[in-house]
């Protein structure tokens, strides 16, 4: 009875519980730790969409069930939030599900669609629920490159030739977590066409849609003529609207993968508190000028901090897109791999960042800094990471030692 449960068995330690382990450490000895580690948006909800939470949840109707899939008026928002954005028709009662969060979707998909046996090609590194969401399902993960471009539609066709099975689906995540790329929309029609070729679903997540620094906003895979056949997108209110701990999803394509979802959910779940579908619903169809202050406020601690990080010492590449900072070690702590570094960092310059380790093997080169403090805040975490970089308080590198005696 000591035996590890089987689904269990196939997920390794989370890599980001060591880091994790030591924040809450250091926060309990009183210590000022500036969080850049995880992706979780600092802005306040608008207010707007709180008043019509408050308006709605007043209601006692609202308090009962609601639907899984998602109240009708939430999904024709989202289907017209498509038409506005991609000029992308979808039909709200067969091509959209509403999902708590797109992590979920993503999920409750693969449970739908995925068998032992199956293969699904995930990029690596990748957001880790695009590999395990699979994994716990009991399909098999091939790992391709994770760059939009030639190198990741060889690997696909390479996959399809050289695996038995043959795959099952490719997921496809741009703007990138946690690496920032984004993707053209000649990309997409030559995936959508090499997906087409070979009998390939394609799982898009699109969460960071609206968080782009250009001036051409990122594509959906479903402007692609012919795409809707194969292809399902997942989106989320959590960053367009600062809406993280309400968990609002979508997806929206194909309609057989969403008749799928949509079944699979019917027996897990009753759909979001409708208060807060109504309020979700309120966040499409009502005024977006706040999506653009979101995005202007994200590009200025994006300059403050690659330029903060480069004064120091540290060349990262400044994002195009999402709210994510990729940045490779720098070049004397490369031996220590993403997880000490990270943990070094922590113990030295009172800075949490993510491992790059922890979205893949290919990702240990890296760690994901995120763009979820104030200016005051990362000014302050540039002043710990320029001070450690200089060598101001550095010894021997001993990352584990150091978080044992914090």
């Known amino acids: 009875m000591t035996e590890e449960f089987h689904r269990i068995r196939r997920l390794p330690p989370y890599v980001f519980a060591e880091v994790n382990t030591a924040k809450a450490k250091a926060r309990g000895a009183a210590e000022?730790?500036?969080?850049?580690?995880m992706g979780n948006p600092d802005s306040p909800t608008p207010p707007h969409i709180v008043a019509k939470l408050i308006e709605a949840v007043q209601d006692p109707r609202t308090h009962r069930y609601s639907m899984s899939k998602g109240i009708p008026g939430l999904r024709r928002a989202l289907a017209g939030y498509y038409a506005r954005r991609f000029d992308v028709k979808l039909d709200p009662e067969t091509e959209v599900v509403a999902t708590l969060g797109s992590k979920e979707g993503l999920a409750n998909l693969a449970q739908a669609i995925a068998s032992p046996g199956d293969t699904i090609l995930v990029?690596?590194?990748?957001?880790?629920?695009h590999q395990f969401g699979f994994i716990i399902a009991g399909a098999s993960v091939r790992s391709i490159p994770y760059t939009p471009d030639d190198e990741m539609l060889r690997a696909i066709d390479r996959a399809v030739h050289h695996s038995v099975p043959k795959p099952t689906a490719v997921i496809v995540n741009f703007p990138s977590n946690p690496t920032a790329q984004l993707a053209s929309i000649e990309f997409y029609r030559e995936l959508v066409a090499l997906c087409r070729k070979h009998e390939l679903f394609i799982l898009s997540d699109l969460a960071y849609?609206?968080?782009y620094f250009g001036d051409v906003p990122p594509?959906?895979?479903l402007e692609v003529p012919g795409a809707k056949d194969i292809t399902v997108e997942f989106t989320s209110m959590s960053k367009t609207y600062n809406m993280p701990g309400w968990r609002m999803g979508f997806a929206a394509g194909n309609p057989r993968l969403i008749a799928a979802l949509a079944r699979v959910k019917s027996y897990l779940d009753y759909g979001a508190f409708t208060p807060i579908q109504v309020a979700a619903t309120a966040a499409l169809?009502?005024?977006?000028?706040?999506?653009?202050e979101m995005r202007a406020l994200y590009r200025e601690r994006r300059d403050l901090l690659v330029k903060g990080l480069a004064q120091a010492g540290w060349d990262v590449p400044s994002p195009e897109g999402s709210m994510f900072v990729w940045a490779p070690l720098p070049?004397?702590?490369?031996?220590?791999?993403?997880?000490e570094f990270s943990k070094l960092l922590l113990a030295r310059a009172k800075v949490a960042v993510a491992p790059g380790l922890?979205?893949?093997?290919h990702g240990d080169g890296h760690v994901r800094i995120a763009l979820v403090e104030n200016n005051q805040r990362i000014r302050q975490a540039l002043r710990g990471i320029r001070g450690f970089l200089a060598g101001d308080n550095?010894?021997?590198?001993?990352?584990e030692k150091e978080l044992t005696q914090a």
Do not use: C, H, T, W
């Open 219 to 221: 594509p959906s895979v």
């Open 331 to 339: 070049e004397k702590f490369r031996p220590l791999g993403s997880v």
């Open 358 to 361: 922890g979205f893949g093997e």
């Open 394 to 399: 550095l010894g021997p590198i001993e990352p």
């Open 32 to 37: 000022d730790i500036i969080d850049l580690g």
């Open 285 to 292: 169809n009502g005024p977006q000028d706040m999506v653009a």
């Open 209 to 211: 849609a609206e968080l």
């Open 123 to 129: 990029p690596n590194p990748s957001y880790p629920i």
